[in-house]
């Protein structure tokens, strides 16, 4: 399990402006890697810093971009695609949910044969009951989506905000989830992690039991403040999370020595 970053914090003026300088200060924070929120152009910088490009999230309306989107991968050494909402995002009807799985699990399939994994990032209306309707979206993509091809990258901050068990919803999809989003609200205030309500250190004690989960990932909403936030985020993840991460993996990366020594009293 490795510890990423979501650059969707960060605005995208400035991802544009000053990409190397943002990068460099990830990786000197200590994250192994980033998630992109669009196609931005980054393998040099990723390279040059030995930054993972953990996945791209897009709509999934992109997703018959076949060429272009696996072109981008391979240039950036990427097997994950993001997809987030409905097609058209605004349409949380049950049918149109019912629709977009379809066209999911059309292109997971494809995307599949290339060695690329189609993850759905969930938010909190997947789990609202919309008027006149007797269930929630996530009821049409947890019985039509194909979990053969597509992957969960469940946030815990939105599963939170609308009024989920954070535990529970993790243990019952443990076998559905490779990637985790590690996000915070005081109220529905997004905020660095530990400064709101969302039972993050139960969800640390879990990670053991999501024997699939590759990475977990910072996400907060954008803010010229990214700095501050992707700094207290880090400092929050008890020394239990960076145990966890240091015994699965072989060639520990100095920090989580430095974190492991620390959390074992030497």
Not at 27 to 52: H, I, K, W
Not at 62 to 73: A, C, F, S
Not at 90 to 118: M, P, Q
Not at 206 to 230: C, S, Y
Request: proline share 4%; hydrophobic share 40%.
């Amino acid at each position: 399990m490795y510890i990423g970053a979501q650059l969707f914090g960060i605005p995208e003026e400035v991802l544009k402006s000053d990409l190397t300088h943002v990068l460099n200060f990830i990786s000197e924070t200590g994250y192994d890697g980033v998630e992109l929120p669009f196609l931005l152009e980054a393998e040099r910088e990723l390279n040059q810093l030995g930054l993972d490009c953990i996945g791209v999230h897009i709509s999934p309306e992109q997703l018959v971009k076949h060429h272009e989107l696996i072109g981008y991968l391979e240039r950036h050494e990427c097997r994950n695609l993001y997809v987030s909402g409905p097609l058209g995002w605004h349409d949380r009807s049950l049918d149109n949910f019912g629709a977009t799985c379809g066209v999911l699990n059309s292109a997971a399939k494809l995307y599949a044969k290339e060695g690329i994994k189609v993850q759905y990032h969930n938010h909190d209306f997947e789990f609202l009951i919309n008027s006149c309707e007797s269930s929630t979206p996530f009821s049409i993509l947890q019985n039509e989506l194909d979990f053969e091809n597509i992957d969960l990258c469940i946030d815990v901050g939105w599963l939170h905000l609308a009024g989920v068990n954070v535990n529970d919803f993790l243990h019952e999809h443990r076998d559905k989830v490779s990637h985790l989003h590690l996000r915070d609200f005081a109220k529905t205030e997004s905020v660095a992690l530990g400064q709101g309500s969302v039972p993050l250190p139960q969800v640390y004690e879990q990670l053991n039991e999501l024997n699939r989960l590759k990475w977990v990932v910072i996400e907060f909403e954008p803010t010229l403040n990214f700095k501050t936030r992707f700094k207290q985020s880090w400092q929050h993840l008890n020394p239990g999370l960076l145990c966890i991460a240091a015994r699965r993996l072989k060639n520990r990366p100095a920090y989580i020595e430095r974190k492991l020594a620390e959390a074992m009293g030497n």
